[in-house]
């Protein structure tokens, strides 16, 4: 079946400090990847849409300047938290669809970010 | 603006009871009703609902779609303990890039 991995499954990092989370899928090309955040007891927000090979379309209040999101590949796509803070501390979630008009969303494992 | 409501938000039976999980939606461009369970990871895919009245079902969960009341069960017979998870309701939107737009989830924990 379809598998999404993501590295890493956990970091803590300094508060100002920049981290980046891979979103990878690994047997099959992703024309799009979203980007969900999950803050504890909450459910999943969907913060980004992102297309191979273009901009990504985000999602009302989500800081496009502080999260960075970039799938350079059909296989990759790139979360970046620019200057990080303690309430950015989250689990995010990438999910990988195959096909433009697919349905099937293939989740990956998630990443845990601490700020401190 | 779109929403997708579950209840309850939290649910404590004990092992062998049937639970009936609900899910109510309001969206634009409806397309289809997910159910996912999520336990420390992220969420595993139970059903795709489209059509109203047709049940899915796999081993002891089963889910029905009303689209005209817009709404959603999902059933677990003869609980488990390994039941104990989140359960996620989400619709997928039929717009340019087919968002998934989650509910906050129903927390299900099954007492031995």
């Known amino acids: 079946g379809a598998v999404v991995s993501q590295h890493p499954s956990w970091v803590i990092c300094k508060s100002g400090t920049s981290v980046k989370i891979e979103c990878r899928s690994l047997d099959f090309q992703a024309t799009t990847m979203f980007w969900y955040r999950q803050f504890p007891k909450q459910s999943l927000m969907l913060m980004a849409t992102s297309n191979e090979g273009s901009k990504a379309t985000y999602e009302q209040g989500v800081e496009k300047d502080k999260f960075l999101i970039n799938h350079a590949s059909l296989t990759l796509s790139t979360l970046t938290v620019t200057s990080a803070h303690p309430e950015d501390s989250s689990f995010y979630i990438c999910s990988a669809r195959e096909a433009p008009r697919a349905r099937e969303q293939y989740f990956g494992p998630g990443t845990r970010l601490t700020v401190t | 603006e779109d929403k997708v409501v579950q209840s309850p938000l939290s649910l404590v039976v004990h092992e062998g009871d049937t639970v009936t999980l609900n899910c109510s939606y309001e969206?634009?461009?409806?397309?289809?009703l997910l159910w996912y369970k999520q336990e420390k990871k992220a969420p595993t895919f139970l059903f795709m609902l489209?059509?109203?009245?047709i049940e899915k079902k796999s081993g002891r969960l089963s889910s029905i779609l009303d689209k005209k009341e817009l709404f959603s069960i999902l059933n677990i017979t003869a609980t488990q303990t390994g039941d104990s998870a989140i359960y996620l309701c989400a619709v997928l939107l039929m717009n340019r890039d087919d968002k998934i737009i989650f509910g906050k989830g129903t927390r299900l924990h099954i007492l031995p």
């Open positions: 489209t059509s109203s009245g």
């Open positions: 969206v634009t461009n409806f397309r289809s």
